[in-house]
């Protein structure tokens, strides 16, 4: 008797695996933590290693206690480590990023369904817990390299900016924006570096260009046109804080995210408009965070509404 | 010339160099075997045996037929003795009642046969009947009655008859061969075609992956006017009928209707040629071409079968599988939309465009994982669908929901399944859903057309 294969079509499937998306990930995410081990030292290194182990410990927790299948090889729980890590100051106690993993992995990920079932973004779900939790710890931050050597601590451009301090941004200011060598998160401050590996993902097709420019370029331009307190430097604006690293990496989060073309356009329209409204008007000198995760809510109600036309689509009659 | 598409679509590997440069070889059935001619072998009634157990049938014999108009007449391919009328396996996993014939290998032709008709004489009537007379339906995939589509509703006026020579499944090579070795012969039929619609274009639309069928094909047309033959850029599924009206006419056939709508007839390669061949040669649909390829096959090629033939059979006669890597796969048809089979012993059909027998290592089929919400299905889905939340409704049984996003439109081409990075079983389950919600509208017609008849009694 034969003995063959019975099953559904299609019989060829893709080389694209979960796996080689999240590795994509990190290998786009690597130039801007080698940075941040650059500008902020050796502790940044130990903060995205603690991070990204206990994110895979816990994600391994999670699955052995609730007898569910080991998924921590698909590499995602890695990606969450390293993006709270990103998001967090180097001179942050080593238990912070452990607390944080648990966070976001256990409450915003697993306990919804696991991997593609977060309806927010979860290393921001926990930077936001931290941030609420820890805000001392979560705002100081440290020198960056070639820059104030004597100084404990400094103040980010953002809230320089705010300040009123910066009025012009000179050329300096712009190359250490661009460089990274400015007060801020460990995987924030060099835009170059964000620029380079956010293109990577651009082009391996792991994500569209439409949430990272149409995020980047509502900034530029509000950030334009309302300027603060009568000066307008959006060059400066979009380059510093967490624009780079929240439009390219943590705004494009599938599972939190748009899965239409349009939509994807109005979730980084609404992340503009949102960011450029808390930094100008609101409490925090940056808004990045809240904005994504405020837009990663509204993104059930934007796919319901984006829903592509269908080929060859019966027109709707008017009567 | 500009190749032409449509918008989204999947590149997947496409396997041809296997069986490409293979010339089309004939082969015929063994003496003594049996062939099997299943009663349904294209869209619409099934037929009725016109012969019983113990007569003689000889080739190019009419053996079933079915008096409706929506329907195609079928023809014994060999000769000799019916020796059972039983149900029989076809591709798709059917048992459907079928004509055992056992072949005596002398090929006794019926009377008549060979008659050629000089079509420019005839008139469209007499040229629809002998299509239909000579049992040709689309030998694409769908079978649906070649007369039929050849003859539609007087309003929708036809502007385009395209000869659909995409061939976008992965690993067929039977229309290209068929277009280097038989090019006059498509052409000729095409103009049949193009007798009935005198006011139509003739366009062949070629995929640029096949730079000689295209060579071969315009050198063939040449000095003819109203054909033309149109480069299509290599992206599945650009032979699925509405991308390729969409592709060459920019015309979007709409949502449940057919190409005539759009006012364009579209017809396969080797239909065509049996067309030509019912015509010039007055030949019954009795054979095919047909590749049978993939890993596990001693001799890829491209084979000109007797329809009714086994699967078996032919495997047996162009040198059978390869003893150190067995196929653990078999599929009626290319990789993309074709059935899988579950034994050799299947009957060929008249829409049999293919044997891929996969070795276990082609056969894997990766785990299901999570959906990641990556859109890629979204992104490549032909028709515009969003397969991974058709995917969602079908495991909930959320029928409802599942037509509210027309997931009755779903073409079943596989695009989604194919580009899902979590290996997910889309295609498969808007399939199985599709036919759910397919059987529960027409029980839902019929509940309703039996209320209107019983209302109709009682007044």
Redesign the interface.
């Given at each position: 008797m034969?003995k063959?294969?019975?099953?559904?079509?299609?019989?060829?499937?893709?080389k694209?695996?979960?796996q080689?998306?999240m590795r994509d990930v990190l290998i786009g995410l690597t130039p801007a933590a080698l940075m941040g081990i650059y500008v902020f030292g050796i502790n940044a290194l130990v903060i995205m290693v603690i991070s990204i182990a206990s994110a895979i410990f816990f994600e391994y927790l999670y699955q052995k206690l609730m007898k569910k299948p080991i998924?921590i090889t698909?590499l995602?729980a890695a990606v969450t480590g390293l993006l709270l890590a990103m998001n967090m100051p180097a001179s942050a106690p080593y238990w912070m990023p452990i607390v944080g993993s648990a966070f976001a992995i256990i409450i915003a990920k697993q306990l919804f369904?696991?991997?593609?079932?977060n309806f927010i973004n979860p290393a921001l779900a926990a930077r936001a817990f931290l941030l609420a939790s820890y805000p001392t710890a979560m705002t100081t931050w440290p020198a960056p390299a070639g820059q104030a050597v004597d100084a404990v601590s400094v103040a980010t451009p953002l809230a320089l900016l705010k300040a009123g301090d910066i009025t012009v941004a000179t050329s300096g200011d712009m190359v250490n924006a661009l460089v990274g060598t400015v007060g801020g998160c460990i995987g924030e401050t060099s835009a170059i570096a964000l620029i380079i590996g956010g293109v990577y993902l651009i082009v391996r097709h792991v994500i569209?260009w439409r949430i990272p420019v149409v995020y980047i370029a509502t900034v530029f331009i509000l950030t334009a046109l309302i300027g603060r307190n009568g000066v307008r430097i959006p060059q400066y604006e979009i380059l510093v804080g967490g624009l780079m690293l929240g439009a390219f990496f943590m705004a494009t989060d599938?599972?939190s995210?748009p899965?239409?073309?349009l939509g994807q356009i109005i979730m980084a329209l609404g992340c503009g408009l949102l960011t450029t409204l808390i930094r100008i008007f609101g409490g925090y000198p940056e808004g990045v965070s809240y904005s994504i995760l405020i837009m990663n809510l509204c993104v059930p109600l934007i796919d319901r509404f984006t829903?592509?036309?269908?080929?060859?689509?019966?027109e709707v009659k008017k009567s | 010339m500009q190749a032409l598409t449509?918008?989204r679509g999947?590149h997947?590997?496409d396997g041809k160099a296997l069986s490409a440069e293979q010339p089309i070889k004939v082969i015929l059935p063994k003496e003594n075997s049996e062939l099997f001619f299943p009663m349904s072998q294209h869209i619409g009634a099934p037929c009725e045996p016109l012969v019983a157990v113990g007569d003689y049938v000889k080739v190019g014999q009419k053996i079933a037929e079915s008096p409706a108009f929506m329907s195609s007449p079928i023809f014994s391919s060999i000769s000799g003795e019916v020796v059972d009328i039983r149900p029989m396996l076809v591709p798709g996993g059917n048992m459907v009642k079928a004509i055992v014939v056992k072949n005596d290998a002398k090929m006794v032709e019926v009377e008549g046969l060979n008659e050629a008709h000089d079509y420019t004489t005839m008139s469209n009537e007499e040229i629809l009947n002998c299509i239909k007379n000579a049992g040709v339906v689309g030998l694409g995939g769908a079978g649906f009655p070649t007369h039929v589509k050849l003859n539609p509703p007087k309003d929708q006026p036809i502007d385009y008859i395209l000869i659909n020579a995409a061939e976008c499944e992965?690993y067929l090579t039977c229309d290209y061969r068929i277009m280097l070795e038989e090019s006059e012969k498509v052409v000729r039929g095409l103009q049949i075609m193009l007798k009935l619609h005198p006011n139509a274009k003739g366009v062949i639309g070629i995929e640029m992956n096949k730079p000689k069928a295209i060579e071969a094909m315009t050198k063939a047309c040449e000095g003819i006017s109203n054909i033309t033959v149109q480069p299509l850029v290599t992206k599945f599924p650009q032979g699925s009928e509405?991308?390729l009206i969409?592709s060459i006419t920019k015309r979007?056939?709409?949502?449940?209707?057919l190409p005539a709508s759009a006012g364009c007839i579209v017809d396969n390669v080797d239909t065509v040629v049996a067309i030509e061949r019912a015509l010039f040669r007055g030949r019954p649909l009795m054979r095919r071409v047909m590749t049978v390829t993939g890993g596990a096959v001693k001799n890829p090629g491209n084979y000109k079968i007797r329809i009714g033939m086994t699967m078996r059979d032919i495997v047996e006669a162009i040198g059978g599988f390869k003893e150190d890597n067995p196929?653990?796969?078999?599929?009626a048809g290319g990789?993309?939309?074709?059935?899988?089979?579950?034994?050799?012993d299947v009957a060929t059909v008249k829409t049999s465009s293919g044997l891929?027998c996969?070795t276990a290592q082609e056969?894997f089929?990766?785990e299901e994982?999570?959906?990641?919400?990556?859109?890629?299905c979204?992104?490549h889905c032909?028709?515009?669908?969003?397969p991974?939340m058709l995917n969602q409704f079908a495991i909930r049984g959320d029928g409802e929901n599942f037509v509210k996003?027309?997931g009755l439109?779903c073409i079943?081409c596989?695009s989604c399944?194919?580009?899902?990075?979590?290996?997910r079983?889309l295609?498969?389950s808007i399939?199985a859903t599709k036919k759910i919600e397919a059987g529960k509208k027409a029980a839902a017609a019929a509940k309703a057309r039996a209320a209107a008849e019983a209302a109709k009694a009682k007044s």
């Amino acid at each position: 008797m034969d003995k063959f294969i019975v099953s559904g079509t299609p019989h060829v499937r893709s080389k694209d695996s979960i796996q080689g998306i999240m590795r994509d990930v990190l290998i786009g995410l690597t130039p801007a933590a080698l940075m941040g081990i650059y500008v902020f030292g050796i502790n940044a290194l130990v903060i995205m290693v603690i991070s990204i182990a206990s994110a895979i410990f816990f994600e391994y927790l999670y699955q052995k206690l609730m007898k569910k299948p080991i998924t921590i090889t698909d590499l995602s729980a890695a990606v969450t480590g390293l993006l709270l890590a990103m998001n967090m100051p180097a001179s942050a106690p080593y238990w912070m990023p452990i607390v944080g993993s648990a966070f976001a992995i256990i409450i915003a990920k697993q306990l919804f369904g696991g991997l593609g079932q977060n309806f927010i973004n979860p290393a921001l779900a926990a930077r936001a817990f931290l941030l609420a939790s820890y805000p001392t710890a979560m705002t100081t931050w440290p020198a960056p390299a070639g820059q104030a050597v004597d100084a404990v601590s400094v103040a980010t451009p953002l809230a320089l900016l705010k300040a009123g301090d910066i009025t012009v941004a000179t050329s300096g200011d712009m190359v250490n924006a661009l460089v990274g060598t400015v007060g801020g998160c460990i995987g924030e401050t060099s835009a170059i570096a964000l620029i380079i590996g956010g293109v990577y993902l651009i082009v391996r097709h792991v994500i569209s260009w439409r949430i990272p420019v149409v995020y980047i370029a509502t900034v530029f331009i509000l950030t334009a046109l309302i300027g603060r307190n009568g000066v307008r430097i959006p060059q400066y604006e979009i380059l510093v804080g967490g624009l780079m690293l929240g439009a390219f990496f943590m705004a494009t989060d599938y599972a939190s995210s748009p899965v239409t073309p349009l939509g994807q356009i109005i979730m980084a329209l609404g992340c503009g408009l949102l960011t450029t409204l808390i930094r100008i008007f609101g409490g925090y000198p940056e808004g990045v965070s809240y904005s994504i995760l405020i837009m990663n809510l509204c993104v059930p109600l934007i796919d319901r509404f984006t829903e592509p036309k269908i080929f060859g689509a019966l027109e709707v009659k008017k009567s | 010339m500009q190749a032409l598409t449509f918008k989204r679509g999947v590149h997947p590997p496409d396997g041809k160099a296997l069986s490409a440069e293979q010339p089309i070889k004939v082969i015929l059935p063994k003496e003594n075997s049996e062939l099997f001619f299943p009663m349904s072998q294209h869209i619409g009634a099934p037929c009725e045996p016109l012969v019983a157990v113990g007569d003689y049938v000889k080739v190019g014999q009419k053996i079933a037929e079915s008096p409706a108009f929506m329907s195609s007449p079928i023809f014994s391919s060999i000769s000799g003795e019916v020796v059972d009328i039983r149900p029989m396996l076809v591709p798709g996993g059917n048992m459907v009642k079928a004509i055992v014939v056992k072949n005596d290998a002398k090929m006794v032709e019926v009377e008549g046969l060979n008659e050629a008709h000089d079509y420019t004489t005839m008139s469209n009537e007499e040229i629809l009947n002998c299509i239909k007379n000579a049992g040709v339906v689309g030998l694409g995939g769908a079978g649906f009655p070649t007369h039929v589509k050849l003859n539609p509703p007087k309003d929708q006026p036809i502007d385009y008859i395209l000869i659909n020579a995409a061939e976008c499944e992965p690993y067929l090579t039977c229309d290209y061969r068929i277009m280097l070795e038989e090019s006059e012969k498509v052409v000729r039929g095409l103009q049949i075609m193009l007798k009935l619609h005198p006011n139509a274009k003739g366009v062949i639309g070629i995929e640029m992956n096949k730079p000689k069928a295209i060579e071969a094909m315009t050198k063939a047309c040449e000095g003819i006017s109203n054909i033309t033959v149109q480069p299509l850029v290599t992206k599945f599924p650009q032979g699925s009928e509405k991308h390729l009206i969409y592709s060459i006419t920019k015309r979007e056939v709409k949502s449940g209707a057919l190409p005539a709508s759009a006012g364009c007839i579209v017809d396969n390669v080797d239909t065509v040629v049996a067309i030509e061949r019912a015509l010039f040669r007055g030949r019954p649909l009795m054979r095919r071409v047909m590749t049978v390829t993939g890993g596990a096959v001693k001799n890829p090629g491209n084979y000109k079968i007797r329809i009714g033939m086994t699967m078996r059979d032919i495997v047996e006669a162009i040198g059978g599988f390869k003893e150190d890597n067995p196929p653990a796969k078999l599929i009626a048809g290319g990789p993309m939309m074709g059935p899988t089979l579950f034994t050799l012993d299947v009957a060929t059909v008249k829409t049999s465009s293919g044997l891929l027998c996969f070795t276990a290592q082609e056969a894997f089929i990766p785990e299901e994982r999570n959906c990641i919400r990556c859109a890629k299905c979204v992104d490549h889905c032909p028709m515009g669908l969003m397969p991974f939340m058709l995917n969602q409704f079908a495991i909930r049984g959320d029928g409802e929901n599942f037509v509210k996003h027309h997931g009755l439109d779903c073409i079943e081409c596989g695009s989604c399944s194919f580009e899902c990075p979590a290996k997910r079983q889309l295609a498969q389950s808007i399939r199985a859903t599709k036919k759910i919600e397919a059987g529960k509208k027409a029980a839902a017609a019929a509940k309703a057309r039996a209320a209107a008849e019983a209302a109709k009694a009682k007044s």
